[in-house]
T-cell receptor, first 116, second 114 residues
Framework: DGGITQSPKYLFRKEGQNVTLSCEQNLNHDAMYWYRQDPGQGLRLIYYSQIVNDFQKGDIAEGYSVSREKKESFPLTVTSAQKNPTAFYLC???????????????FGQGTRLTVV | DQQVKQNSPSLSVQEGRISILNCDYTNSMFDYFLWYKKYPAEGPTFLIS?????DKNEDGRFTVFLNKSAKHLSLHIVPSQPGDSAVYFC?????????????FGTGTRLTIIP
């Protein structure tokens, strides 16, 4: 069945190490997103991609990098330059159903990253 | 610059009563709005959406109202049930301009009191 898969659900890394979070979707959605959730801060956009081989910075892109080599995949790398990497990371994808006048957007289950 | 605002961080409602969650936006170019529900340690799940060509959309117990002149939308849940206890996020996008970037509010924690 179709959906968005984020793996792993929990991830621990040592300070100073880069880490890559996986996000795969089989919904045939064009757009994909990465958000970060911190307590009391809502969902803040890190990066988004509307098409393969293209992506744009969101509101808090510093210390992160992404790639979009395939429609199904949008991995996020948290680099050592990210000052406060410990957070809950959410991946989403969406499809523009302009013919139906609607937009559908779905989220994965999230990855909790803890940097020690 | 918070373009989508949910000014009430929390709300408590008696079971069976109406829950009203509010959302304000500042960018008049937003033309499509979505509401999501989120449980702890899980991804948000889609509830209901509305485009700027409508002022109301209804789906079962959930109704979203859009007031474009006030740049305000609200989610009504009637009747409220214990399973509705969660954090609710509103989101906005530039749908008709071809940009699907979703901008979220900070969320409102809804607690349904049995």
């Amino acid at each position: 069945d179709g959906g968005i898969t984020q793996s792993p659900k929990y991830l621990f890394r040592k300070e100073g190490q880069n880490v890559t979070l996986s996000c795969e979707q089989n919904l045939n959605h064009d757009a994909m997103y990465w958000y970060r959730q911190d307590p009391g801060q809502g969902l803040r956009l890190i990066y988004y991609s509307q098409i393969v081989n293209d992506f744009q910075k969101g509101d808090i892109a510093e210390g992160y990098s992404v790639s979009r080599e395939k429609k199904e995949s949008f991995p996020l790398t948290v680099t050592s330059a990210q000052k406060n990497p410990t957070a809950f990371y959410l991946c989403a994808s969406s499809i523009d159903l302009r013919g139906r006048g609607s937009l559908e957007a779905f989220f994965g289950q999230g990855t909790r990253l803890t940097v020690v | 610059d918070q373009q989508v605002k949910q000014n009430s961080p929390s709300l408590s409602v008696q079971e069976g009563r109406i829950s009203i969650l509010n959302c304000d936006y500042t960018n008049s170019m937003f033309d499509y709005f979505l509401w999501y529900k989120k449980y702890p340690a899980e991804g948000p799940t889609f509830l209901i959406s509305i485009s700027s060509i409508k002022d109301k959309n209804e789906d079962g117990r959930f109704t979203v109202f859009l007031n474009k002149s006030a740049k305000h939308l609200s989610l009504h849940i009637v009747p409220s049930q214990p399973g509705d206890s969660a954090v609710y996020f509103c989101a906005a996008t530039f749908f008709y301009f071809g940009n699907e970037k979703l901008t979220f509010g900070t969320g409102t924690r809804l607690t349904i009191i049995p």
